[in-house]
């Protein structure tokens, strides 16, 4: 029978309570995300040193550019024009397109995108299907699409900005 160590490490922080239970080595492996989460949540208390060791966790959209930019999934150039990095996967290029369309328009944090920005993307992704493009985006769940026929600018709705993270969550985490 082999004897091992056991640790504990408990943090409060006004009852969201962290608590980190096992062998030394696996106490000591997770110690940095809890010390993360800790410097994340805390501002004037007895952790700020550990705030000044640890950089803090992403915790809003300016921080997307980190978490998804800089050639991981997109990259967005001085003239704020997006190059989407991946290939984009998808059953149709209808399914494709959808997909550019969200991972842009988050990237630009919803600034409406026109139809020619799509078109370029599309294109060097190999799925314009310029003969469907206005109907595809008529969905109100994801997209509000503002105009007519050949002029035309997209936006997210709420459960389209979800859907946009959604997909670059998964982008990121193939290799």
Not at 27 to 49: A, C, P, Q, R, Y
Not at 114 to 135: F, I, M, P, Y
Not at 152 to 173: H, Y
């Amino acid at each position: 029978m082999s004897e091992y160590q056991s640790s504990t490490i408990k943090v409060n922080l006004s009852t969201r309570e962290f608590e980190i239970t096992g062998e030394d080595n696996f106490v000591n492996e997770h110690l940095e995300d809890m010390l993360k989460l800790i410097s994340f949540g805390t501002v004037n208390n007895n952790f700020t040193d550990f705030k000044n060791q640890v950089e803090p966790l992403p915790d809003s959209i300016s921080d997307k550019d980190s978490i998804y930019g800089n050639g991981r999934v997109y990259r967005v150039d001085t003239d704020g024009e997006i190059d989407i990095c991946k290939k984009i996967g998808g059953t149709s290029k209808s399914e494709r397109m959808k997909k550019i369309a969200m991972i842009m328009l988050y990237a630009k944090d919803n600034t409406p995108l026109n139809l020619s920005e799509l078109r370029d993307t599309c294109v060097k992704q190999g799925c314009w299907d310029g003969h469907n493009a206005s109907t595809i985006f008529n969905n109100p769940a994801h997209f509000i699409k503002k105009g007519k026929s050949k002029v035309w600018t997209l936006e997210l709705t709420m459960e389209g900005r979800e859907a946009a993270q959604q997909i670059l969550e998964e982008l990121v985490n193939v290799q």
